[in-house]
């Protein structure tokens, strides 16, 4: 009698831990998705730990580094929240009433954007190092794509399964 009792406990823990894992794997999760322009994603970054990204460039003409804070909004769209610069001058992104601008010792920060973006989309000029940082990894664009290409960066909703599918097919992680 003990026997069939453990064979029936033993079952039920591998069937727990079997739905346990396959509702993980196939739990929709918000995903940074790089590719050229109608292509296939490059860079894939499951957003799991956090929903707030950089994108980070050189100033083509101060050539001095500027970082545009972004946060994953409803609907998958993009909020700018701030943009950190070191140098005011041709070109830095401020316009009057646009947020608020504060110079901390020589590091300007533009807070309260509040730009909202569908999906952003660049072309990679090498020289201003165009660069994607999640939870303080680097992705730096001109490691995946030439130089002169036009990317689109943009969120979708993907399954680990997906997630691990795009990654088989070339894209990184």
């Known amino acids: 009698m003990k026997t ?3 064979q029936r406990f033993k079952i039920f823990i591998f069937s727990l831990l079997l739905s346990i894992l396959l509702a993980v794997f196939f739990i929709p999760l918000p995903t940074l998705l790089v590719s050229q322009q109608q292509g296939q994603p490059v860079i894939v970054v499951p957003m799991i730990f956090g929903k707030t990204f950089t994108y980070e460039y050189l100033h083509s003409v101060l050539k001095t580094p500027v970082q545009e804070n972004f946060l994953l909004a409803p609907g998958h769209s993009l909020l700018l929240t ?5 140098s005011y001058g041709v070109g830095t992104p401020f316009l009057e ?4 601008l504060e110079n901390r010792n020589g590091l300007f920060i533009l807070k309260g954007q509040n730009r909202r973006f569908a999906q952003l989309d660049f072309g990679v000029v090498p020289f201003t190092e165009p660069t994607l940082i999640y939870r303080g990894e680097r992705y730096n664009f001109k490691d995946y794509f030439k130089a002169g290409s036009l990317i689109t960066l943009k969120v979708k909703t993907l399954t680990p399964a997906k997630v691990l599918a795009l990654y088989l097919e070339g894209g990184k992680t």
Request: no cysteine; net charge positive; glycine share 16%.
């Open 82 to 86: 701030s943009t950190t610069f070191k």
């Open 4 to 6: 069939r009792k453990m």
């Open 97 to 100: 009433g646009e947020g608020e």
